[in-house]
Antibody, heavy 123, light 106 residues
Framework: EVQLLESGGGLVQPGGSLRLSCAAS????????MSWVRQAPGKGLEWVSG????????YYADSVKGRFTISRDNSKNTLYLQMNSLRAEDTAVYYC????????????????WGQGALVTFSS | SYELTQPPSVSVSPGQTASITCFGD??????ACWYQQKPGQSPVLVIY???KRPSGIPERFSGSNSGNTATLTISGTQAMDEADYYC?????????FGGGTKLTVL
């Protein structure tokens, strides 16, 4: 059974940093491209970043480019999102998601989603 | 940047057919997929590559994509289908979601 378990969310101050993790199990992690997708409270889904199975190719939304870094450790079956220079508008639930098919350079069909990690800001 | 536009809400009576549209420039030249999200839950893929259903998704869910519009159709809509639905495509190494449509079954 495919499982994706996000962790690392929490309260952060504007300008601060946070690293999210997504522990994967139930499939050959290195064969699949992965994504981070976020959802602000009461709002729709927004794609944040994607990475190939090998980790050699990465992709970012304009809204986070230069501030967020996606990476993966295939030996640990874990996906990461390093978030720097955080802004109030980054408040959201962050989901990791797995591509539907193998060997893609970018996850374009998100067949499995984690339960999400909440990132909120303290005033 | 590429954009996908959905109606904010659609209403349907139980047992009837619901259609949710997704508009994007030359969307028919790309693959579209659809996600269902119920309150407090993670999204679930219900249609991919325009017309394909993942295993476990009921046959009443179907999709089409032509011209500038992709459509999710739910035949014989049930109360359990009440949810938010999002279309998604990808363009120029960017994944794009529509704004979402709230389907109300009443």
């Amino acid at each position: 059974e495919v499982q994706l378990l996000e962790s690392g969310g929490g309260l952060v101050q504007p300008g601060g940093s946070l690293r999210l993790s997504c522990a994967a199990s139930g499939f050959t992690f290195s064969n699949y491209a992965m994504s981070w997708v976020r959802q602000a409270p009461g709002k729709g889904l927004e794609w944040v970043s994607g990475i190939s199975g090998s980790g050699s190719s990465t992709y970012y939304a304009d809204s986070v480019k230069g501030r967020f870094t996606i990476s993966r450790d295939n030996s640990k079956n874990t996906l990461y999102l390093q978030m720097n220079s955080l802004r109030a508008e980054d408040t959201a639930v962050y989901y990791c998601a797995k591509d539907q098919g193998q060997w893609g350079e970018m996850a374009t069909i998100h067949g499995y989603w984690g339960q999400g990690a909440l990132v909120t800001f303290s005033s | 940047s590429y954009e996908l536009t959905q109606p904010p809400s659609v209403s349907v009576s139980p047992g009837q057919t619901a259609s949710i549209t997704c508009f994007g420039d030359k969307l028919g030249d790309k693959y579209a997929c659809w996600y269902q999200q119920k309150p407090g839950q993670s999204p679930v893929l219900v249609i991919y590559q325009d017309t394909k259903r993942p295993s476990g998704i009921p046959e009443r869910f179907s999709g089409s994509n032509s011209g500038n519009t992709a459509t999710l159709t739910i035949s014989g809509t049930q109360a359990m289908d009440e949810a938010d639905y999002y279309c998604q495509a990808w363009d120029s190494s960017t994944v794009v979601f529509g704004g979402g449509t709230k389907l109300t079954v009443l």
